[in-house]
T-cell receptor, first 110, second 112 residues
Framework: GEDVEQSLFLSVREGDSSVINCTYTDSSSTYLYWYKQEPGAGLQLLTYIFSNMDMKQDQRLTVLLNKKDKHLSLRIADTQTGDSAIYFCAETPAGNMLTFGGGTRLMVKP | DAGVTQSPTHLIKTRGQQVTLRCSPK?????VSWYQQALGQGPQFIFQYYEEEERQRGNFPDRFSGHQFPNYSSELNVNALLLGDSALYLC???????????FGPGTRLTVL
């Protein structure tokens, strides 16, 4: 398909790990991004990965990239209630424009 | 270090009216991009401004226009508003050719 795809919803318990998955479309994207959006707010850049990398770790966040399958994932270790939000993956298929997925709503239960 | 700012926060208009939204980029950034986020969806790219010119445009009609000023701030104008233009309008800034974009808090536009 032509869309960046994400699952709609993920529910985890506080302290567990969360894994949010994304399938992107354009293998020429130089960077792939993860943004977080809390209710009524703008987008917060969480992390990004350069297309020639397989993995990037940044504190509790781990990004895995499988270029063959055009699959991107975000793992959040020790998930906290403050991590409850909508998470968007984004690619850059043409120039600097970001193409977003539909977002995954993460709910963290205490 | 000031982040991206947008004004106003909220706006209510009626069909057929015109609206102007404003954005100031993050300090040191010279490129501004605009996105429309309908309720429950991911943001959609409208256009990007660099050196006071539209550099790239998404799939939006000509009713959507913009401007960038010498101080790198930007405006988004929407003419002949439709009910379907109701959305959160997000501004993002970046530096030159770098991809990494930082977003403002958005302007919530409601068209009645």
């Amino acid at each position: 398909g032509e869309d960046v795809e994400q699952s709609l919803f993920l529910s985890v318990r506080e302290g567990d790990s969360s894994v949010i998955n994304c399938t992107y479309t354009d293998s020429s994207s130089t960077y792939l991004y993860w943004y977080k959006q809390e209710p009524g707010a703008g987008l917060q850049l969480l992390t990004y990965i350069f297309s020639n990398m397989d993995m990037k770790q940044d504190q509790r966040l781990t990004v895995l990239l499988n270029k063959k399958d055009k699959h991107l994932s975000l793992r959040i270790a020790d998930t906290q209630t403050g991590d409850s939000a909508i998470y968007f993956c984004a690619e850059t298929p043409a120039g600097n424009m970001l193409t977003f997925g539909g977002g995954t709503r993460l709910m963290v239960k205490p | 270090d000031a982040g991206v700012t947008q004004s106003p926060t909220h706006l209510i208009k009626t069909r057929g009216q015109q609206v102007t939204l404003r954005c100031s980029p993050k300090s040191g950034h010279d490129t501004v991009s605009w996105y429309q986020q309908a309720l429950g969806q991911g943001p959609q790219f409208i256009f990007q401004y660099y050196e006071e010119e539209e550099r790239q445009r998404g799939n939006f009609p000509d009713r959507f226009s913009g401007h960038q000023f010498p101080n790198y701030s930007s405006e988004l104008n929407v003419n002949a508003l439709l009910l379907g233009d109701s959305a959160l309008y997000l501004c993002a800034s970046s530096l030159g050719g770098e991809d990494t974009q930082y977003f403002g808090p958005g302007t919530r536009l409601t068209v009645l």
